[in-house]
C-alpha cells in the first residue's frame, strides 16, 4: 500500500501522511479516526506521538 493510495482512499493529504510517517508531524484525532475505520482497527494502533 502506498501513501498516495491511502490519501486516496482516506482524504488525508499524502504530504500530511508523509509527514506523520516520518515523525515530524504528530497525529490528530482525524489522522486517527479515518485510517482506523478504513483499516478495519482499533484507533488504539495509532500511538499518540
Known amino acids: ?3 498516495a493510495r491511502v490519501a ?3 482524504g488525508i493529504a499524502e504530504s500530511t501522511i ?3 510517517l516520518k515523525g515530524k508531524r504528530g497525529l ?3 489522522h486517527i479516526e479515518v485510517p482506523s475505520k478504513h ?3 482499533n484507533p488504539a494502533v495509532f500511538p499518540l506521538i
Do not use: C, L, Y
Request: net charge positive; glycine share 0%; proline share 0%.
Open 1 to 3: 500500500m502506498t501513501q
Open 8 to 10: 486516496t482512499e482516506t
Open 18 to 20: 508523509s509527514e506523520i
Open 28 to 30: 490528530n484525532r482525524k
Open 39 to 41: 483499516f478495519k482497527v
